[in-house]
């Protein structure tokens, strides 16, 4: 099957700083999702990329999909202790909206 | 704001047993799926469903999982003959649309615990 390779694992960072983190994959997919999954919760939707190039903001978070259609990457602007949580990327192929493939997380930590 | 609910949040069986697990999606969507999520693990997709039938289905889904919409509201999972290895966290998803109308991204319920004993 399609694999996902999640980067970094983990992130210890101070209030205030800059985050990226990103995936990176052997094949193609149409549709890049970006996710924060906290404790004992399901995955919040964060970012939708659809076009190869695309570049879309929410907030004090950006996502990009690469030109290549086999990366994207997530930028967190001015880290809040709120931004704490595992994020992840989720790739769909052309062919079905609901085989997604989703990376192995990145956790983030936060320190005031 | 809409959301998907599941029940129960946690459940414990015996292994051999076999549980269902419920979700109600959100109303208007039409797509809904299941993914399973091992403890400090990524999440796995299992199962789609549109129109009343399964759409696709990963390598994982076999014939100890069933899905059901059996009314109007709920859709749910099925697992027989549980083993401990199927002890996760199982997550029910809804859509609005699929990529060929247009996708805005899979509204996930909170989960549900299973821990298979």
């Known amino acids: 099957g399609q694999q996902l390779n999640q980067s970094p694992q983990s992130m210890f960072i101070q209030e205030g700083e800059d985050v990226s983190m990103n995936c990176t994959s052997s094949?193609?997919?149409?549709?890049w999702l970006w996710y924060k999954q906290e404790p004992g919760e399901g995955p919040v939707l964060l970012i939708a990329?659809?076009?190869?190039?695309e570049l879309t903001s929410n907030g004090r978070l950006t996502a990009q999909f690469g030109i290549t259609r086999k990366d994207s990457f997530l930028n967190i602007s001015a880290s809040i202790p709120s931004d704490v949580g595992i994020y992840f990327c989720?790739?769909?192929?052309?062919?079905?909206?609901?085989?997604?493939?989703f990376g192995d997380g990145t956790t983030l930590t936060v320190k005031p | 704001e809409p959301e998907v609910t599941q029940t129960p949040s946690h459940q414990v069986t015996q292994m051999g047993q076999e549980v269902i697990l419920r979700c109600v999606p959100i109303?208007?969507?039409?797509?809904f799926y299941w993914y399973r999520q091992i403890l400090g693990q990524k999440v796995e997709f299992l199962v789609s469903?549109?129109?009343?039938?399964?759409?696709?289905k990963s390598e994982i889904f076999d014939d100890q999982f069933s899905v059901e919409r059996p009314d109007g509201s709920n859709f749910t999972l099925k697992i027989r003959s549980t083993k401990l290895e199927d002890s996760a966290m199982y997550f029910c998803?809804?859509?609005?649309?699929?990529?060929?109308?247009?996708?805005?991204?899979?509204?996930f319920g909170s989960g549900t615990r299973l821990t298979v004993v």
């Open positions: 469903f549109y129109n009343n039938e399964i759409s696709e």
């Open positions: 109303s208007n969507h039409l797509y």
């Open positions: 989720a790739g769909l192929p052309n062919t079905n909206a609901g085989k997604s493939t």
């Open positions: 998803a809804s859509s609005e649309t699929t990529l060929s109308t247009g996708f805005y991204g899979y509204t």
């Open positions: 094949s193609i997919f149409n549709t």
């Open positions: 990329l659809y076009k190869a190039g």
